[in-house]
């Protein structure tokens, strides 16, 4: 009995001179000044002389600290530096011991540095990697508790502190004995859309050394967007399991019937006996976007062959009055889809996106450097036009298929000789991307106009008669003004048939513009002054006949109306 008494105070002393000691706390391994590198002893046991004990790295000699009777307390640091003054110099806020002792340069990707007492027994060992941290020039690597293992690397990392070291004080990063930490908070989907929904996943964790209980994870939907927690905006109070250290638990909830623009969510961790709250709170926005659909974000002009040292681009327009967002959404031509974007990218109403190939557009058209808020420039290096034509499909984050363009050399205007650094234009946005005379060359003087009002834009008036022309002459001769008339007509019925043709002053058809398409009570037409054979019409009158039949009662409806080809004078 005596025996087993003997040894099981032999081992209660053994385990306290492992755990209860001074032992290393912080390392400068790295400093701005190569001079000034140090360490930081702190004792978790009871009152320790220093006296010839010492300290070596990896490849050193042993060097001993001091050589006098030093009393390092429980709970207490001292520093064992370099260069006392250079010390002092960059931590003048520093009050505490100060050891100045010959030095052994400490390796910057990693080394060992061993603590030993005056009797020759190693006491503690840090063999260090510059993946632990510290390995920024001036920031030290700090312990995170002080009875966890010397040599384990979750047990270290870079000091957290504005000084960038924490000499003579507890560690910035050290574990508390209750600590909750909010890991995790994500939303999915990533590109939520108006009437769905919304998921909001939680991580809670425990980073303190005693078990957490009594606690809550509480969420509040921040409706003024202020970032401020208030009580009527709780929406939701999740009661925590009990949390055993480094232990975690994951929570979820879900928000319904969205509605379209910016939702802020704040998430909070309540837990009184906490001692570091400032890991317990996390923030996150995201953007509820219309429903994507046909039309409501157009391929409105397409730089596929520029000039050398240009590059290649494709810019989106926001004809609608919603707002979206442009997060994971596809745009794919042949050679593939390309993503526009992983971040939230939201376009306003009227707005442009520009996908360029580089950003050395901005260097040709400058007024891209300084983009007002309608205009928003992503880079998609993989983008690569064919100069022959093809199609490109613009897709919402859910694949849905929002806007469609086959382009060709065809599409620009016949006069314009050598189309290379000249862009094709969409003429009018409510009008199909399929519609070939709705797209052609542009007018602009830099042979583009990214970000900007289209030069061939034209608008159809839209008033209560049946058939209005705009402008009416035009004058399609390629400056970019009154080049192209919009026909509208507006019908008694909801859905007929069609043809629509355009003659000469003598009678002859010369250009057909539908021939027995479906409409509905309204349909529009564009009309570049070019016959079918695609020849310049000469400066003259014309007439618009418009031939439809309604489906329902069998009933025809014939529309004529003078158009005239102009020339600026």
Same mark, same amino acid.
């Not at 397409?302 to 040292?309: A, K, N, Q, S, V």
């Not at 990218?345 to 707005?351: A, E, T």
């Not at 695609?534 to 009662?553: C, F, H, P, S, T």
């Given at each position: ?230 009580? $009527? ?132 058209? $400058? ?42 050399? $065809? ?159």
């Amino acid at each position: 009995m005596k025996l087993l008494l003997t040894a099981y105070t032999a081992i209660i002393f053994i385990c306290t001179n492992v755990f209860a000691q001074p032992l290393i706390n912080e390392i400068m391994y790295a400093p701005t000044n190569s001079g000034n590198e140090w360490f930081e002893l702190t004792n978790t046991g009871d009152a320790e002389d220093l006296a010839n004990w010492k300290w070596k790295d990896a490849t050193s000699t042993l060097r001993t600290i001091t050589t006098q009777n030093f009393i390092l307390q429980k709970d207490s640091f001292v520093v064992v530096c370099q260069d006392s003054t250079a010390f002092k110099t960059q931590f003048a806020f520093y009050k505490g011991k100060l050891i100045q002792t010959q030095w052994s340069a400490l390796n910057n990707s990693g080394d060992n540095l061993i603590l030993i007492n005056s009797n020759g027994v190693r006491i503690d060992s840090v063999n260090y990697s510059s993946s632990w941290g510290g390995n920024t020039g001036g920031i030290s690597l700090e312990r995170k508790n002080p009875n966890g293992q010397s040599n384990l690397p979750a047990n270290w990392g870079t000091c957290l502190d504005p000084m960038r070291a924490t000499p003579g004080k507890e560690n910035s990063i050290r574990t508390k004995e209750y600590d909750l930490t909010l890991k995790k908070f994500v939303t999915n989907p990533v590109s939520p859309v108006a009437g769905g929904f919304l998921t909001l996943s939680f991580v809670v964790a425990n980073s303190g050394l005693n078990i957490a209980t009594n606690s809550s994870l509480k969420i509040y939907d921040d409706r003024n967007l202020d970032s401020i927690i208030q009580q $009527s905006e709780l929406i939701n109070s999740i009661e925590l399991t009990s949390l055993e250290p480094d232990d975690s638990t994951s929570n979820e909830m879900t928000v319904q019937e969205l509605l379209p623009g910016k939702k802020q969510f704040i998430a909070l961790i309540n837990y009184q006996p906490d001692q570091d709250t400032s890991d317990n709170k996390l923030l996150r926005s995201v953007f509820i976007s219309e429903p994507g659909q046909a039309g409501s974000i157009v391929i409105n002009e397409i730089m596929y062959e520029p000039l050398t040292g240009q590059v290649e681009w494709i810019e989106l327009f926001n004809p609608s009055s919603a707002t979206y967002d442009l997060k994971e959404w596809q745009l794919t031509d042949n050679s593939g889809a390309n993503k526009i974007t992983d971040s939230p990218l939201v376009i306003l109403p009227g707005g442009y996106l520009i996908i360029s190939s580089d950003s050395s557009l901005m260097n040709y058209f $400058s007024y891209l450097k300084n983009p007002d808020e309608l205009i928003s420039i992503v880079v998609v290096s993989s983008l690569s036009l064919n100069n022959s034509g093809e199609t490109i499909t613009v897709a919402d984050s859910l694949l849905t298929e929002i806007d469609k363009c086959s382009y060709s050399p $065809s599409m620009h205007n016949p006069e314009i000789e050598d189309t290379r650094g000249i862009s094709l234009e969409r003429i009018n946005p409510a009008l199909p991307s399929s519609y070939l005379y709705n797209w052609s060359s542009s007018a602009n003087s830099l042979g583009a106009t990214p970000g900007r009002k289209n030069s061939i834009f034209a608008n159809a008036n839209s008033v209560s008669s049946d058939i209005t022309i705009s402008p009416n002459p035009f004058s399609p001769d390629g400056d970019g003004t009154d080049d192209v008339a919009v026909i509208n007509c507006k019908f008694a019925f909801t859905k007929g048939t069609i043809r629509a043709n355009i003659y000469d002053i003598r009678g002859r058809m010369i250009r057909t513009l539908a021939n027995n398409e479906l409409t509905g009570s309204e349909k529009t037409f564009l009309f570049n002054g070019y016959s079918d054979s695609n020849e310049k019409l000469n400066v003259g009158i014309y007439v618009v006949m418009i031939e439809a039949i309604d489906q329902v009662r069998g009933e025809p409806v014939t529309i004529k109306a003078p158009l005239v080809i102009a020339a600026k004078l």
